[in-house]
């Protein structure tokens, strides 16, 4: 019987991390203990006058009865180990649940009210571009990229000039997927892109897991992701390449309610709104509300609010009140929230999805609960 639990016990103890779940090792160390049990009761019956063995068929019947009952209890140990008070031993391979992947999201949360020393007091903005640019790299026609394969760790993709400064996002998720070593990082980008959409008392991003890192000949080329210096015809041909309308890319530009540009990463400046880190429609009423001039400056092509001429707005982003139709859509945006927050929540969970071969269907997404739920 000690046997058969060392055995198990080195089953477990080589098994791989995914079998090692907290409840796989609290049985690992129940083991021993029930062979301690089982093992003293066999030291009570030794103790018993041996008369009762000797020539005695009535003891040694009872000997028997013992000794079938210990084995039958075994083996039902073996099988349900549950009715003795102990966690049942984990079969196959860990799959995680939804609230695997909530617990995920809890680090990820906890994190970003944990270290407020960055930027203008969050990762938040930063994290939600890394998984823009994970995702916005897809292209419909050949089905390449997208967030699937999270390739940005590598360096031809990691090195495109539009995603400069994104590793800081990465490095930020670097604990945490050595503590859910289980997620892969393609998901992870995503998951912790929705945590910062939600975080930021934004809409809530329903999420399916299914993403699988691949290797680096997964890179997309540099080129994919949009140059901020360029017109409404970039932005159609870029977005439009990964299969969105003319709402849905004004939709997506709200975002930049959220973070800043950097000098030292995209070589533009400053907050496109007063509240960097709270997700709100401020974006369009900027845009459309305030008055913008040409930034003097020995930088590239910006604009200036002429008011505190302390917020920006990117040429791309001026394009959205330019244009007829893109701004009719801004209208509508700075009217109201609530039609922002859906319309921006729907395009986001597209986004977030594209290129991704799912085995869950769309009706099995999962919406996590946000820190102030
Ligand atoms: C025409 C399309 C777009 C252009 C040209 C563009 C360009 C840029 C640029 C130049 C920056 C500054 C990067 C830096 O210096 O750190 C930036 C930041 C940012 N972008 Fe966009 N972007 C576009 C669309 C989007 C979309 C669709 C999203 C998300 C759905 C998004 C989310 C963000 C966020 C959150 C930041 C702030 C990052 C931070 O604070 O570190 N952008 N974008």
Redesign the pocket.
């Known amino acids: 019987m000690a046997s058969a639990s060392r055995t198990f016990t080195r089953a477990l103890r080589t098994a791989g991390p995914n079998l090692r779940t907290p409840s796989a090792r609290s049985a690992r160390y129940a083991v021993p203990q029930y062979a301690f049990r089982a093992q003293s009761r066999g030291y009570a019956s030794e103790s018993e006058p041996k008369e009762k063995y000797e020539g005695n068929p009535k003891g040694m019947l009872w000997g028997a009865v013992g000794l079938l009952t210990l084995a039958a209890g075994y083996g039902l140990y073996r099988q349900k180990p549950e009715l003795f008070g102990q966690e049942a031993k984990a079969k196959g391979p860990f799959v995680p649940k939804y609230e695997d992947y909530q617990k995920v999201y809890d680090a990820v949360a906890k994190k970003l009210q944990d270290e407020d020393d960055y ?1 203008d007091g969050s990762y938040g ?2 994290l ?2 890394l998984a ?1 640019h994970a995702s ?1 790299t897809y292209d419909a026609e050949t089905g390449t990229g997208g967030s699937n394969g999270a390739t940005m760790r590598f360096a031809p993709e990691g090195d495109h000039g539009a995603n ?2 994104l590793k800081a996002a990465r490095d930020f998720l670097e604990p945490i997927k050595e503590q859910f070593p289980w997620i892969s990082y393609s998901d992870l980008w995503i998951l912790s892109g929705i945590c910062a959409i939600q975080e930021m008392q934004g809409p809530k991003i329903p999420f399916r897991p299914g993403r699988t890192d691949r290797d680096v000949s997964f890179c997309t080329p540099d080129g994919r992701l ?3 210096s360029k017109d409404r015809k970039h ?1 159609r041909a ?1 977005f439009g390449r990964m299969g969105f309308d003319d709402r849905e890319m004004v939709a ?2 709200g ?2 309610a ?5 000098t030292d ?2 070589g ?1 400046d400053g907050p496109w709104t007063f509240s ?1 880190t709270t997700l709100t429609n401020d974006y369009y009423k900027l845009l459309l509300e305030e008055k913008w001039q040409w930034k003097k400056w020995n930088g590239p092509k910006q604009y200036e609010d002429v008011k505190t001429k302390s917020l920006m707005m ?1 040429p ?1 982003d001026m394009e959205i009140v330019k244009d007829k139709t893109f701004r009719k859509h801004a209208e509508r945006y700075a009217k109201d929230n609530d039609v922002f927050f859906k319309e921006f929540a729907d395009a ?1 969970l597209k ?1 977030f999805e594209l290129g991704v071969p799912f085995t869950v269907s769309e009706d099995q997404r999962w919406t996590f609960k946000s820190s102030f739920d």
């Open positions: 930027d903005p930063v939600l571009r823009w916005g400069a400064g949009p140059d901020a932005i870029i997506l530009s975002a930049h959220l973070g800043r540009c950097h990463r995209s533009y960097p990117l791309t986001v986004l």
